[in-house]
Structures are given as C-alpha cells and as structure tokens.
C-alpha cells in the first residue's frame, strides 16, 4: 500500500508548467521570474506567492504544495533563488535529497516523534490518496509496524517506497 511513489511520479508527470518558469533556461532567468512572484520583496518565495502561479496553470493545491516541499530544501517556508532553481530537475521527476524527511516533518504537526492517525490522514488528504476513514486505519494499521500507535520517520519511509 505504497501511494507515495504513484503521487509523487504522477506530479512530476503531469505538471503544468507556468509559461514563465517552462520559458526559463539560464539561472539568470530563473532568479528574473523569482523576483517577480517575491510579492514581499523578502528575497524568498512563501509558499503563498508561489501557488497561485502554479494553480492558475492547473496544478491542484495539493501538487503546489507537493513542489513546494521538494524544492525548500533548508526546510525555511520559503525559498531562495538557488532553491527555485531547481525546479526544472523536480519538473524531471528528480525527487531531491531528503524531500521524504521533509514531508514527513510538514505532517507532523506536533513535532513529536511520529505521525498520529489524524496526522495521517491529514497525509493522505493532502497527497490525495484518502479512500475514506476505514481504508486510512488500514494503511495506518499496516504502516505501523512496531504497533505504537504513531507512524516514525523509519516507517514512513517504508510507507513511501524510499526504503524497503
């Protein structure tokens, strides 16, 4: 019961590109275009600035937020031009360093040691896989495997098809 992969493989695939940023080929034109949707002219792109960019091209939130994890590799909600810059290679499928753990860690929203079952489902809503509540308690159940009730990195990990 993988649905990571089949996620994150769909959304590489099938991501509608804004014309400016599919336009962009030169690390000058990628830092020109950060410019223009750095709303606060803070040198970062918020997560706020960056989505209604990819939404208006189709994207789901859902997705907007997915590419936004992959490519905020400091984990600081916001990203700097040479983060912004990678977004041709994620646009490629290339999931980059540590994107799992930083998935992970925007999921568990009280910072502890595990994802509840709320937590996962919140997972399950967000990456657009949730079924219904009995179907979630079964891949919650299955996920688990040291039974304690919370999902860790290591399980999640397996959960997503990084590790066997």
């Known amino acids: 019961m993988k649905h990571l992969p089949k996620v994150i493989i769909a959304l590489a695939l099938a991501l509608l590109v804004p014309p400016s940023i599919a336009g962009a080929q030169t690390p000058e034109e990628f830092a020109q275009f950060h410019v223009e949707l750095d709303e606060d002219r803070d040198g970062t792109l918020a997560r706020h600035e960056l989505q209604p960019s990819l939404e208006a091209q189709g994207m789901s939130s859902s997705e907007a937020v997915l590419v936004f994890l992959m490519m905020d590799v400091d984990e600081s909600k916001g990203l700097s031009v040479e983060e912004f810059q990678t977004f041709p290679a ?9 994107f799992i753990q ?20 919140g997972a399950l809503v967000v990456l657009e896989s949730y079924e219904d509540q009995a179907t979630t308690d079964q ?7 040291n039974r ?9 990990r397996v959960w997503s098809g990084d590790v066997e």
């Open 148 to 156: 304690d009730g919370r999902i860790d990195y290591s399980e999640f």
């Open 139 to 145: 891949i919650f159940s299955a996920t688990d495997a």
């Open 90 to 98: 994620v646009v490629n499928g290339d999931i980059p360093p540590g």
């Open 102 to 121: 930083r998935l992970f860690n925007y999921f568990n929203t009280d910072f502890d040691t595990g994802l509840d079952s709320s937590e996962f489902t």
